[in-house]
Each structure stands twice: as structure tokens, then as C-alpha cells.
């Protein structure tokens, strides 16, 4: 099967610091990722994606970078807030698999007031 | 617009009982996705329906899981014999023709006693 692994299980960070949440996927084939966000209880809800004919990728205080040499991807979230703490997921997709999204295991965010 | 509903959002079961948990997609999307989620842990594929292809069933673990796609639209997980390893939250996703972002539901949470 397919490997999206993320670094590290558990990030703190202090309000209003910038968060860097890191994933490495197996597959040089995948061509599309996404980054969702789990609060408890609720499903995963998506903050942004990339396509692999890119290398970086801006939002509302989120940017997605991918280095499609070393098959890493990361999140950057600016000024961290109270609210962005959550569990962070990464996700890939290639069309040679069928268009079946594969997930890491998950990054836990916890933000410090 | 409504997002992906699933029913219900929780169910204890007696260990060999059958359960069926439902999913309601967003309307138009023809991709449906079920994914399950142990605690604390990333998202596992079981089965993907695309529009009225045949569907990729590769994830389900065993026999005892089945799901089928009524007209296009609602899913029904069906889990016979229950045992207690399948307790977990099971998630619904859904997503239009294109490569696009999974919308997820809120996961039923199913425990067996």
C-alpha cells in the first residue's frame, strides 16, 4: 500500500507563533494533496491542497509547500491561534491508484495561550 | 448548502450483531468514500463509489463488511457479525467528477460491547 507518514506526532506551539507541520509521502507518482484539519468529534475539514504541478500554495493564513524531490510536503500556519488546535492530516492521491486518497496518521496541534 | 450526513452518530452493538450505518452525500457529487478511523489514529480506506463504475472494495478487511450505493447517491456500510475490533468511527466522504477535495461527514462512532 501507499505511505504518507507525517514526522512528527505532536507539535506545541505558543499563540501566536508560526506552526510548521511536516509530511512525507512514498508515492512519486501522487499528483494531488491536501491538508485537512479534525477537530474531536467531527470529521476532517479541508484547509488546502496542491497539485503537483506546483510548489507552493497560499490561503487565509495557511501556505502548503511541496518539494517533490525529497516527496515532502508541509503546512505553515501564521500566527497561530487558540482555534487551530487540532489533530492535522495529509492526504495524496495519484490517478494511477485508482484516484484512492491515502492519509498519514495524523499531527496533533496544540496551541498555548 | 447541506454537507455530507451520516446516520447515526453513534451505535453500541452487541459483539455478532449486524449494524448498517448510513451516508448521505452532498447533492451532485458522484465520488463516495468510506473511510474508517480507530482512536487515535489516521483514516483507513474501505470503499470508493464513482458515478456507476463498479466500486473499489480493496480496503474492506474482511467479508463481513459490504456497502452498496443506491441510485447514485446514499450509502449503506453494512458490518454482519460484529466483532470488537470494529469498533472505530466510520467516516462518509464525498467529492464532485474532478479531482477535488473530499467533504467529510461527522463519522459514526460504533462500539461493540
Known amino acids: 500500500g501507499e505511505s504518507v507518514g507525517l514526522h512528527l506526532p505532536t507539535l506545541s506551539v505558543q499563540e501566536g507563533d508560526n506552526s510548521i507541520i511536516n509530511c512525507a509521502y512514498s508515492?512519486?507518482?501522487?499528483?494531488?494533496f491536501i491538508w485537512y484539519k479534525q477537530e474531536s468529534g467531527k470529521g476532517p475539514q479541508f484547509i488546502i491542497d496542491?497539485?503537483?504541478?506546483?510548489d507552493k500554495r497560499q490561503g487565509q493564513r495557511v501556505t502548503v509547500l511541496l518539494n517533490k524531490t525529497v516527496k515532502h510536503l508541509s503546512l505553515q500556519i501564521a500566527a497561530t491561534q487558540p482555534g487551530d488546535s487540532a489533530v492535522y492530516f495529509c492526504?495524496?492521491?495519484?490517478?494511477?491508484?485508482?484516484?484512492?486518497?491515502?492519509f498519514g496518521t495524523g499531527t496533533s496541534l496544540t496551541v498555548i495561550p | 448548502g447541506a454537507g455530507v450526513s451520516q446516520s447515526p452518530s453513534n451505535k453500541v452493538t452487541e459483539k455478532g450483531k449486524d449494524v448498517e450505518l448510513r451516508c448521505d452525500p452532498i447533492?451532485?457529487?458522484?465520488?463516495l468514500y468510506w473511510y474508517r478511523q480507530s482512536l487515535g489514529q489516521g483514516l483507513e480506506f474501505l470503499i470508493y463509489?464513482?458515478?456507476?463504475?463498479?466500486?473499489?472494495k480493496s480496503g474492506l478487511p474482511s467479508d463481513r463488511f459490504s456497502a452498496e450505493r443506491t441510485g447514485g447517491s446514499v450509502s449503506t456500510l453494512t458490518i454482519q457479525r460484529t466483532q470488537q475490533e470494529d469498533s472505530a468511527v466510520y467516516l462518509c466522504?464525498?467529492?464532485?467528477?474532478?479531482?477535488?477535495?473530499?467533504?467529510f461527514g461527522n463519522g459514526t462512532r460504533l462500539t461493540v460491547t
Open positions: 496542491i497539485r503537483s504541478n506546483m
Open positions: 463509489f464513482q458515478g456507476n463504475s463498479a466500486p473499489d
Open positions: 447533492s451532485g457529487h458522484t465520488a
Open positions: 492526504a495524496e492521491n495519484s490517478y494511477f491508484t485508482g484516484n484512492q486518497f491515502y
Open positions: 466522504a464525498s467529492s464532485p467528477p474532478n479531482l477535488s477535495p473530499l467533504h
Open positions: 508515492n512519486s507518482a501522487s499528483d494531488y
